[in-house]
């Protein structure tokens, strides 16, 4: 930036890319794949859609039932720049989680039966009702130590289910732990990237998209005009790829978003867009980097 401009006239965007190292006017897309580790099926459509599709990134569910085989993929594959998805819920109950935290510690993450709270309305509600700040420390450090002491480096921390953790107060020890961890955080809600921008730290400048939200009727075509599409700054998509196979259809009745996710995600069509629209695909190394050497978070 020349010392001359107002930093005021600057434009979120344009702040976002001098931060990570690109020109004003820069399209920079983040295609992270979340819910990594929740099935197999999830994990080979998500490695799949890394190392031969469009995604740059995912996000590893720590307490789930194939976090295991995630984790021992990661480790085979240590170029793949992954975040830890912070769970406090469970909307599986054919292949139930529950926290890797004792029940006996932390009582208010659970539902009267004993077990996470789904993430339907009534269940979000009820969890952010009652959900303790050290209760959630005590997990959420859990989660991010066990990847620790898999050997595992990750870039990132984000929410599964809970936009920007749902709470104020989740957010802040979220940002908190990432700034002891050397961490970045997805924030994408209005009030957060505000925060975070008079930080000087990036943040996604446009409409984060979540694929849930995306109807299935001509899917590959509404992914390939957002492409064309897609604004100067920072921009996110979480995706969720999953093969679509028996197992993910027996247990999974989101399954038929997760497998149009991965035939886009891992298409030519997808390949030839991005490169006829000079998009920069990034991971949240880049961001990283830049909230690593950030401001004070105190």
Same mark, same amino acid.
């Given at each position: 930036m020349d010392e001359t401009t107002?930093?005021?006239a600057i434009t979120p965007a344009e702040q976002s890319s001098r931060l990570l190292?690109?020109?004003?006017? @820069?399209?920079l897309l983040i295609v992270n794949c979340d819910d990594f580790g929740?099935?197999?099926?999830?994990?080979?459509a998500v490695i799949e859609s890394i190392e031969e599709g469009i995604a740059s990134s995912c996000s590893l569910m720590v307490p789930c039932p194939a976090a295991p085989q995630a984790l021992e993929m990661l480790g085979r594959r240590p170029r793949i720049p992954f975040g830890i998805h912070l769970t406090l819920v469970c909307e599986m109950p054919d292949i139930p989680w529950g926290p890797l935290t004792a029940k006996e510690r932390v009582p208010s993450l659970l539902d009267p039966a004993g077990g996470l709270f789904p993430p339907s309305p009534a269940g979000r509600a009820a969890l952010l009702g009652q959900a303790r700040p050290d209760e959630i420390e005590l997990e959420f450090r859990a989660q991010i130590n066990a990847v620790a002491d898999a050997g595992l480096a990750p870039t990132h921390l984000?929410?599964?289910?809970? @936009?920007?953790g749902g709470r104020d107060d989740i957010l802040d020890l979220t940002i908190v732990l990432a700034a002891e961890y050397g961490l970045a955080v997805r924030v994408w809600l209005d009030p957060g990237r505000r925060t975070m921008r008079e930080r000087g730290l990036p943040v996604t400048d446009n409409d984060f998209l979540d694929s849930f939200s995306l109807g299935l009727e001509g899917k590959a075509e509404r992914y390939a005009r957002m492409l064309r599409d897609l604004p100067a700054g920072l921009n996110e998509w979480a995706v969720h790829p999953s093969l679509g196979d028996k197992e993910s259809q027996a247990v999974d009745g989101g399954?038929?978003?997760?497998?149009?996710?991965?035939?886009?995600l891992t298409s030519q069509q997808a390949?030839?867009?991005?490169?006829q629209e000079d998009i920069a695909v990034?991971?949240?190394r880049t961001v990283q980097q830049v909230w690593s050497r950030g401001t004070s978070f105190g």
């Open positions: 107002d930093p005021a190292g690109y020109p004003p006017g @820069a399209r929740m099935y197999p099926a999830i994990n080979a984000d929410f599964h289910c809970l @936009a920007d399954w038929p978003v997760r497998r149009t996710d991965y035939e886009f390949r030839d867009v991005l490169q990034i991971d949240y």
